[in-house]
């Protein structure tokens, strides 16, 4: 049984920092691509950032020198640091992975900015 389990969400001001945790079981995790996505209140489910097998990431431009995406193979963790957050970036954070046509989601963390 596949599960992804995140973890790290909570209130933060603006300006402040969170790191958020996905951790893998189940699967073959260093051969899957994992992300993470956002959904704000009313908005699509957006792509954050990637990072692949081999470490290769991908950041939405809205985050990108703000966010860092980073993988654990040891510890079937995916974290997502955050830095400089702005009230824009309150939403439901998911973590995926991504194998060929395989995809599963966790159930998601509440990141919310506000002062």
């Known amino acids: 049984q596949v599960q992804l389990v995140e973890s790290g969400g909570g209130l933060v001001q603006p300006g402040g920092s969170l790191r958020l945790s996905c951790a893998a079981s189940?699967?073959?995790?260093?051969?899957?691509?994992m992300g993470w996505y956002r959904q704000a209140p009313g908005k699509q489910r957006e792509l954050v950032a990637t990072?692949?097998?081999?470490?290769?990431?991908n950041y939405v431009n809205s985050v990108k020198g703000r966010f860092t995406i980073s993988r654990d193979n040891a510890e079937n963790t995916v974290y997502l640091q955050m830095i400089s957050l702005k009230p824009e970036d309150t939403a439901v954070y998911y973590c995926?992975?991504?194998?060929?046509?395989?995809?599963?989601w966790g159930q998601g963390t509440q990141v919310t900015v506000s002062s």
């Open positions: 189940g699967i073959i995790f260093n051969i899957y691509t």
């Open positions: 990072i692949t097998r081999g470490y290769t990431t």
């Open positions: 995926k992975a991504d194998f060929g046509s395989q995809g599963f």
